[in-house]
């Protein structure tokens, strides 16, 4: 079997599909985006084409080494989006052709349904207590929100009181049982952080996301020192080497790999077996698309350290098209009301491409890109 092909579709509202067919007749799907840079993870998938074609898709790992290695200039957000697409389609690929889901493919499923958990609020939260209540009704037993908007180094304890508001509405519209993770989206900066999470605590979040920005994870010693509640980091940071001093550091207690920017299922597999040394858990990012979640369905259903995974179903991006719209059958990741999904038994990743459905959806594409956010004295802020 060899690879003839690799085919890039651009759909709404933010994403950027990856078919693979081979000369036996079997496609394979991948997700290789970058959220805001779909075109730049575009180019950089068909420089890596020619390498491809003519290969066996069902020698991945040595696919892996060879895009990864053989360019000399390694890992990086646009070259791992690439190859992490092309890898989730060669695991779709090498499953269909051994007609098994592929986390049996990986040591088998470790556990019998999935934890998710779902976004509510937007970029600049509002309402929460309601949104919450709402995905309670619907099933849901976590939700995040994002904790702040602009922040700048050192800002108004007023947009402190704000943000502990927004959690206070969110906790007591659901209750204590109810998950709620805080993602502070790399926005706060670690003085202001440390100040945040304490006045967070009293509410048990789940979690709180990327308390400063995965360049400054020194930082997370300090703003550690000053909160019991777990931290959790990892969207920004590739492959296994990046996540090497983060894990020696000891400061995490949740990583996020993102299945589409890491290095795909295997790499991130890897990932994770080395935080489970670590006593870390994995709880892996994905406000993307269907394929990058089925990816990361097929990683948790084999990996010990797994506690719950983001979708996005619903979250304030998806404008015009859904998680579910390009898929065949939309009832395959069969939420169950309880919060959980059922583990994906079909071949590969586990479901079927409406390859009609993206094929018109790339004829109009799309040219997503991050909000650019500044302070009040005009200077950017991140978003």
């Given at each position: 079997m060899k690879i003839t092909d690799l085919e890039l579709f651009q759909v709404a509202p933010r994403w950027l599909f990856l078919k693979v067919s081979t000369d036996a007749g079997i496609a394979g799907w991948g997700e290789p985006i970058l959220e805001g840079r779909a075109s730049t993870v575009r180019a950089a998938v068909n420089?890596?084409?020619d390498y491809l074609i003519g290969k066996d898709p069902l020698r991945i790992e040595d696919h892996f080494q060879v895009l990864y290695r053989g360019g000399f200039y390694r890992g990086g957000p646009i070259l791992m989006s690439a190859i992490s697409g092309i890898e989730q389609a060669l695991w779709d690929i090498k499953g269909k052709y051994y007609n098994a889901p592929v986390h049996e493919l990986l040591g088998g499923a470790v556990r019998d349904k999935l934890r998710v958990y779902v976004w509510i609020g937007g970029d600049?939260?509002?309402?929460?207590?309601?949104?919450?209540?709402?995905?309670?009704?619907?099933?849901f037993t976590a939700l995040k929100m994002n904790g702040t908007g602009e922040m700048n180094y050192i800002d108004s304890y007023s947009k402190i009181d704000e943000a502990v508001a927004r959690m206070a509405a969110a906790r007591e519209a659901v209750g204590p049982?109810?998950?709620i993770a805080v993602d502070f989206h790399g926005r706060v900066h670690k003085a202001m952080a440390k100040i945040l999470v304490?006045?967070?605590e009293p509410f048990r979040p789940m979690f709180i996301e990327e308390p400063v920005l995965a360049e400054h994870n020194d930082a997370l010693r300090e703003v550690a020192r000053h909160t019991t509640v777990p931290i959790a980091t990892g969207e920004r940071m590739y492959t296994r080497w990046g996540f090497k001093e983060l894990l020696q550091q000891g400061y995490a207690d949740i990583i996020q790999p993102d299945l589409s920017h890491a290095g795909g299922i295997y790499e991130?597999?890897?990932i994770a077996a080395m935080a489970e040394a670590?006593?870390?858990s994995i709880a892996p990012h994905c406000p993307l698309g269907p394929i990058a979640l089925a990816s990361c369905f097929q990683l948790d259903s084999c990996t010990p350290n797994f506690i719950i995974q983001e979708q996005s179903l619903g979250i304030h991006y998806n404008q015009g098209s859904d998680l579910l719209d390009y898929l065949a059958d939309p009832?395959?990741?069969g939420y169950d009301g309880n919060g959980y999904v059922a583990i994906p038994k079909g071949p590969g990743l586990g479901i079927e491409i409406n390859e009609d459905k993206v094929?018109?959806?790339a004829a109009i594409g799309h040219e997503w890109h991050a909000p650019v956010w500044r302070n009040e004295d005009g200077s950017y802020a991140e978003w």
């Open positions: 420089e890596l084409k600049r939260p509002d309402d929460v207590g309601e949104q919450a209540k709402k995905q309670v009704e619907a099933g049982d109810v998950g304490k006045e967070l991130c597999l890897k670590y006593d870390v009832g395959v990741f094929r018109e959806a």
